[in-house]
C-alpha cells in the first residue's frame, strides 16, 4: 500500500497531459489542500496542470513522520523538479552524495538523475515539490552546464538589506528544462509594498514562509499566510505588500 502511495505522489502519469487544464493565476491555500495518509507519510495535493512554459506542472506537498522510511531511490526520466524544505531536517541524497536541509533549504532537482529523501530530524519533515516538463525540447547539458543540481541551505546565503527589509538569492541561471530559473527571498520589516506593481514574461510564485500579506494580481486581492502561495501568470500586473507591522517573508520564483 505504502508504495501505491509514494507512486502517486512522486510519480504522477503523464500519459493525461493532453486532458490537463491551464494553472490559474490566484491564490492556494495549506488549509484548502486536501490530506491523503498512509502510515509514515502524509501527502497534500495541491494542483496538476499546463502553464504557458510547461506541459506539465504540478505540485504537492509531503510530510514524513519520525523514523518514516527514506523515499524510495528513483530518477526522473523527463522531469525537472524543485524542492522546498517547509520545516523539519531532511537528507536529500542525489548520485550517491547526501546533504542535510533545515526550514527554507531547497534543491532544484535535473531530470534523469538518481535521488532518495529522508527525516533525519526529531520532528516531521514536510517539504514542497514542484514538478515539471517544459514546451520546448529539454537541453540535459544546459542544465549541466550552468550547474546541475543545486542543493541550498538558506543559512549559506548572504542576507542583503535594503530599505524595506532584505533579500537572499539562491540561484538565477538557466535549468534542462528552462530557459530562466530564478529563486529568492524577500522579507518586509514593516507594513508596505515590496515594489510597485510590474508585469514580466515569467510565470511565478509566491510562497509565503511566515506574516501576512496581500497580493493584487490583473485587479484582484488575495490574502495570504504561512504556507499559502501565489501563482501569477504571465503579463499579469501584481504586487505584494505586507498587511501588519510584524515581518513578513516568502519566497519568490519565476521561470521562463
Not at 505504502?2 to 491551464?22: D, E, G, V, W
Not at 499546463?50 to 518514516?68: I, K, N, R
Amino acid at each position: 500500500m505504502k508504495s501505491i502511495f509514494i507512486y502517486l505522489i512522486c510519480f504522477m502519469p503523464l500519459t493525461t497531459i493532453a486532458q490537463l487544464n491551464p494553472i490559474k493565476s490566484g491564490l492556494y491555500r495549506w488549509s484548502d489542500h486536501k490530506v491523503i495518509s498512509n502510515g509514515d507519510r502524509t501527502g497534500r495535493p495541491v494542483f496538476e496542470g499546463t502553464s504557458p512554459h510547461f506541459e506539465y506542472l504540478e505540485m504537492h506537498a509531503t510530510t514524513q513522520e519520525v523514523g518514516a522510511d527514506p523515499s524510495t531511490a528513483h530518477a526522473n526520466e523527463d522531469i525537472e523538479e524543485i524542492l522546498i524544505v517547509k520545516e523539519g531536517l531532511m537528507q536529500v541524497t542525489i548520485e550517491e552524495e547526501s546533504t542535510v536541509l533545515a526550514a527554507n533549504g531547497v534543491i532544484s532537482l535535473m531530470p534523469q538523475q538518481m535521488h532518495s529523501l529522508s527525516n533525519v530530524g526529531d520532528s516531521p519533515l514536510t517539504y514542497f515539490v514542484i514538478r515539471y516538463k517544459a514546451r520546448k525540447p529539454m537541453d540535459i547539458s544546459r542544465g549541466i552546464a550552468s550547474g546541475g543540481s543545486l542543493v541550498i541551505n538558506a543559512d549559506s546565503l548572504k542576507f542583503q538589506p535594503n530599505d524595506r527589509g532584505g533579500s537572499r538569492s539562491y540561484f538565477d541561471r538557466s535549468t534542462a528544462m528552462c530557459e530562466r530559473l530564478e529563486m529568492h527571498t524577500t522579507t518586509l520589516e514593516g507594513k508596505g509594498p515590496s515594489h510597485e506593481p510590474h508585469a514580466h514574461k515569467e510565470s511565478e510564485i509566491i510562497l509565503m514562509i511566515s506574516g501576512e500579506t496581500v497580493m493584487t494580481i490583473d485587479g484582484k486581492e488575495y490574502h495570504a499566510t504561512s504556507g499559502d502561495f501565489y501563482f501569477i501568470e504571465p503579463q499579469l500586473l501584481h504586487g505584494i505588500r505586507n498587511v501588519t507591522d510584524q515581518p513578513t517573508s516568502y519566497f519568490a520564483f519565476k521561470w521562463k
